[in-house]
């Protein structure tokens, strides 16, 4: 199998938001996995800026973990374009044993 | 006039604190500085940088300069800062490590070259220089001079008296060469001069008489590393009930002369000529700033 390249940004501070991003060729689309205090209110919304901050990376395959703290929308982009940035400067395409 | 605003207080807001970037303007500084050099630690430079990025772009800092201290050209991580900052547009960037007239021109450039390729008119986003060394010190008047984007000058206090090999005190004396330096350097550049940061937090009798004392000294304003701090600044930037009332008679006098196109102006016998005028302006400005002048101008 591929290696999946992995990248952390944020934290779990009050504002923050610890975003965890996982590229992985094999996988069908991207994956969210959200975790916040706002979930019901603007759940959707914040799904959708960070699909919007991946599809600017050109980042189509991967799961992402996010543990919101009630960030802004700018904040969770960031976090978001930084763990995507950091998984794509890890070495492409090395092989590991299953 | 971008070099004459106010800036009394400047307060870092650690890049890497999504919080206190959200809420940087609410505390009343005169100037904000949000930070991607000392209070970032390496590993996070690229995160600081991303959030300052969109801090820029969405969070409205009302009423107060935005600037943004930027890592130095000489290290891996100017360049990339730059390139993400300057197309934002904050009023001003903050150049740390400022040694010669050359380390403002090659920013100055770069400065351009991305102002241009990113549709902002080129020569808006300001400089304010900060001098860290002992080389920087001697440079002063041609750093201040090196570009029409420097609108104050900055000096490190920790960074620059490890360089001399001074030992910091509470009192401060071994900051008295740089502090004459910047003053006497920003007069003769026409930009500001911004006093460096007092560290200790708790201690605000002693943050007041240093703030008082650079004030008496000619400098414009200081930087602050936290919230609790600006009001005491502020009260030391504003002027005496003595001094708001000399300045206002000041100024009645020189109107009072200049409709009459009188040349020589008395005041208590004592000549008024521009620089004492230019004086009253400046503390008249100050006690405007610090609300002291309800229903004036």
Redesign the interface.
Known sequence: MLLERTGVAGSLESCDALVMVILSPDREGVEIELESPSIASFGEEMKRAVMETLESLDVQHGYVKVQDRGSLDCTLRARTETAARRALAVPDGEKVEE | MKAKRLRRTSLYIPGT???M??NASVYGADSIILDLEDGVPVPEK??AR??V???L???PYRGAEVTVRVNALSTPFGRDDFREIIPLAPDAIRLPKCESADDVREADALMTEIELNSGVEAGTVGIIAITESARGGRNLSEIAAASPRVIALNYGAEDYTADIGAVRTKEGRELDDIRAKVIVAARIAGVQALDSVFGDVNDMEGLYAEALRVRLLGFDGKSVIHPRQIPVVHRAFTPSEQEIGFARRVMAAFREASSRGAGVIALDGRMIDAPVVARAEKILALAEAAGCLPGER
């Open positions: 604190n999504p919080g970037l959200a690229d995160a991303i959030l990025r969109n801090a772009k969405s969070v």
